[in-house]
Every structure is written in C-alpha cells, then in structure tokens.
C-alpha cells in the first residue's frame, strides 16, 4: 500500500457510513393542533377592507400618513439596544445551526511533535546511556456514523431554536416600534390637549379683566372675581402637568430609538392632524403566520420535540470510525520516507450497559418538556386571538362614542358661549359662566383623550395581528 489512507478502506469507510446513517429515533414532528375559531367573534359588522386594495406592501406604521412617525420608528431596528440583544442572539443560534452541522462530518486533525529524551546509564539494552530523538507527523480521521440519527436530531432541535430566534427578534422589534408608535401618539395629542389649555387660558385671562373692570365699577362682585382666578389658575396648573407628561413620552421615545434623552427632541406641533387607518381583517389562519410570539412558541415546539429523538438516541451504542497514518523518525531529514511510515484505522462502538434509568429518565424529562411547549403554543394562540377580539371591539365601539362625544363638546362649546352673553347682558353670575366654561373644557379634553385611545388601540391591533397584512 502507497497512499497514506488506503483508498479501498477509505471507500469502505464511506460507504458504511451511507448506509448506517438512514435510521433516526424519535418521533417525527407534527404540528399540534390549535384552538382556533373560523371568524372573529367582534368582526361582526365590521367593515372589512381589502389588503391589495388599501394596504401599500410596506411597513405597517405607514398606513397612518405621518412622516415623522415614518422616520422615527425607522430608528428602532437600527439603534434599539433590547433590538440588538436579540439579534445578536439569532446570530448566535445560527452559529450554534452550524456547529451542530458540521459534528455530521469526518473531523481531521493534523500533529507534528519533536521530542528528546535521556535514560540512565545501564537503563537501556545496550547497556549505554544516551540521548534520543523522536519525530512524527501524524493525521487522525474520526467520523461518528450517525446510525440512530442523534447528530441529526440535534441539528434538526438547533434549526428550529434559530428559527424561534428570529421570531423572537421579530416580536422584539415589533414590540419596539409598536410602543414607540403608542408614545408618540400620545404625545402628538398631548401637543393638542396643552394648544387648547393655552386656547383656553387666553380666554381665561381676557374675561378675567372684563371681571375685574365690572369689579372696578362695582358691576360685578368680589365672588366673580375670585371665580374667574380660580379657573385662570387651575387651567395653568393642568397644562404644567401635561407638559411634564410630554416631557416623559419623549424620553420614551429617545429611549427606544437607541438615544439618551438629552440628545433628543421633538418639536411640538399643536396643528398635527392624525390619520385612523381601516384595518383589515384575515382569518384565525393568518394570524398565526402574523404574529411572531406564535410562531416562536411553535419553532419552540419542534426544538422540543427533536430533543426527544436526541434523549431516546442515548440508548443506542455510538459507533466512531477512525483512521489515523502519518511518519515517525529519529531523523528529521528522514521523516517523510516509506520505512518510517505507519497506519491504522478501526471501529469503535461504545453504548451504555448499566445506568439505573437515568437514560429513561431523560427521555421522559424530554416529552414532558415537549408537552409544556405545547401547552405554552395553545396558550399563546388563545392569547393572541382574544387581544385581536379586545382590540376590535374597542374600536368598534369608539367610533359612535367618539362621534357623541364631538356632539357634546360642541354642544358644551355652545351653552359657555350663550352662558357668556347671559353674564355680560347682567342676567347671571359669573359662577355660571365658569360652570359652563369647566363643563366645555373637560368635553374637548376628553374627546383629545379618546383620540389617543383610537389611536393607541388601532396601533394595539396592529401588533395583534402581527404588525403585517402583507405576507411575502
């Protein structure tokens, strides 16, 4: 034999490993069911839209027409930091991917060694001491034939773990934008509740001097007057309050685009104009491929269930082929000649003979493992459709509220103007007109309110449904 690894073994090798490698334990995955339901219970009456129609094939926070909203949730996947532990987590499980891979392969490994040893005088058979040299260079081929499919299995667990890696990354990111999306809206209407303290304390102000002129010339009463402080006064101290509220929902936001909060700001915009998007809806089916926890809670599943195989594979013996050959001389010179050459190459099966269950053990610790992703799959599924059932019938129900409530602030808007004529024709008090006026205020502020909370609900449902009506 000339070649190093002689090739007749080295086919040998290849072909055993083919055919012992056809087999794996375990069971085969197969998606559970889910409790689903074929429509959504509040979808009824529901307008629905069609996604080719009104939906554009981009991100979801488009939909609501806000440029800067557009270029402040563009910051979150680039600068988030919570972002970037997930990603570089997914980056890991797919290092892991490959890893698991490549255990499937013969592993050569190369050694070149040089040493010198002494022995005593009289030690050796020639009954001289002296000192020897020893060179080598060796190549060593280790396979393990996957017979029952362990490595296999293993990277099967691993691909799928990577996979939930990335729709944890997916969740995380969706997470992100959806509560930099509720924090700037709700800041934007903040702008407005204050434009309108500021509205209103103009207002305030200039009928407080009409007061005191009437107090001047004894018109109006020193009670009038005390009234119309108080109402001056408490609509200032209610716009500092929601000016410290917008101050905190602007940290939020440079927070979640990655930047300290001195190093951000954000013009007010008391005019800023919101867009409501229609939502579409898509049956229970889609919403599984939408939301991303769902499909993590499921990869989960068959990281689960692979694991199983890889338990049950413990019970069966490893069988390791190895080969290793190279050259060994005193010489250095002479190390890479025929004599000097040597070989071998074998099998090697080693299996569990006695463990006292321990191998049962973990093969049941594994299938209930599998048993509890399962469970936590369901959950998240009933989970999720019940938030796109809270979120739906939320807006269905805030559209004719919000429609009574811009009826009754006009209607307040309207009794604290005829209130005012009333008090300036002498036919009232003022206490009258700053009941009126209270009652105008609160309307207009609480219908700002529900505004944010249609808002915060539609982005809510977004996210419910995965963030996407789009599927690629």
């Not at 988030?80 to 997930?86: K, R």
């Not at 926890?293 to 390791?320: C, F, H, K, S, W």
Request: overall charge negative; aromatic content about 8%.
């Amino acid at each position: 034999m000339n070649a190093l690894l002689p090739s007749r073994l080295s086919i040998a090798l290849l072909l055993t490993g083919t055919l012992l490698t056809g087999c794996m334990v375990g069971p085969d995955y197969q998606k559970p069911s889910a409790p689903i339901s074929a429509t959504f219970k509040e979808a009824q009456g529901w307008k629905a839209a069609s996604p080719q129609d009104e939906l554009p094939k981009g991100p979801w926070w488009a939909l609501y027409q806000d440029p800067q909203l557009n270029a402040l949730v563009s910051q979150v996947q680039l600068n988030n930091q919570n972002v970037a532990v997930y990603a570089a987590q997914y980056q890991q499980a797919l290092a892991l991917v490959r890893q698991s891979r490549a255990e499937e392969f013969p592993t050569l490994t190369g050694t070149g060694a040089s040493s010198r040893s002494e022995s005593a005088s009289g030690s050796s058979s020639s009954g001289a001491g002296g000192v020897s040299k020893v060179h080598s260079a060796t190549l060593d081929l280790s396979w393990e034939a996957d017979i029952w499919g362990r490595l296999r299995r293993t990277n099967e667990q691993d691909r799928a773990s990577a996979q939930a890696s990335a729709a944890d990354l997916a969740n995380a990111t969706l997470s992100a934008q959806s509560s930099l999306a509720q924090n700037y809206f709700q800041l934007r209407l903040l702008d407005r509740r204050i434009a309108l303290y500021r509205e209103t304390i103009a207002g305030y102000q200039r009928y407080l001097q009409i007061i005191q002129n009437k107090y001047d010339e004894q018109i109006s009463s020193r009670a009038d007057l005390a009234t119309g402080k108080t109402q001056l006064h408490s609509a200032q101290a209610s716009m500092l309050d929601l000016q410290w509220q917008r101050a905190q929902y602007e940290h939020a936001i440079a927070l979640l685009m990655g930047k300290p909060p001195a190093d951000f700001a954000l013009a007010a915009d008391p005019a800023w104009q919101y867009h409501v998007p229609g939502v579409p809806l898509g049956v229970p089916s889609r919403l599984l491929e939408r939301r991303p926890d769902i499909a993590a809670a499921e990869r989960q599943m068959a990281a689960a269930n692979a694991a199983v195989g890889v338990a049950t594979a413990a019970y069966y013996p490893d069988l390791t082929l190895s080969a290793s050959g190279g050259y060994q001389s005193s010489t250095l010179s002479h190390l890479f000649s025929l004599p000097n050459r040597f070989w071998s190459i074998g099998p090697s099966l080693t299996g569990t003979i006695l463990d006292f269950g321990a191998t049962r053990a973990s093969v049941e610790q594994a299938r209930h493992a599998y048993d509890a992703t399962v469970a936590t799959y369901r959950q998240t599924v009933l989970t999720g459709l019940g938030e796109v059932e809270d979120y739906l019938v939320e807006l269905r129900t805030l559209e004719p509220e919000l429609e009574a409530r811009r009826n009754s602030a006009q209607s307040a808007e309207d009794s604290a103007a005829v209130s005012r004529d009333q008090y300036e024709a002498g036919v009232i008090d003022y206490l009258d007109v700053a009941t009126t006026q209270a009652t105008s205020l609160n309307e207009r502020q609480t219908l700002l309110n529900l505004v944010a909370t249609q808002l915060i609900t539609s982005v809510q449902l977004q996210a419910a449904l995965g963030g996407s009506w789009v599927t690629e």
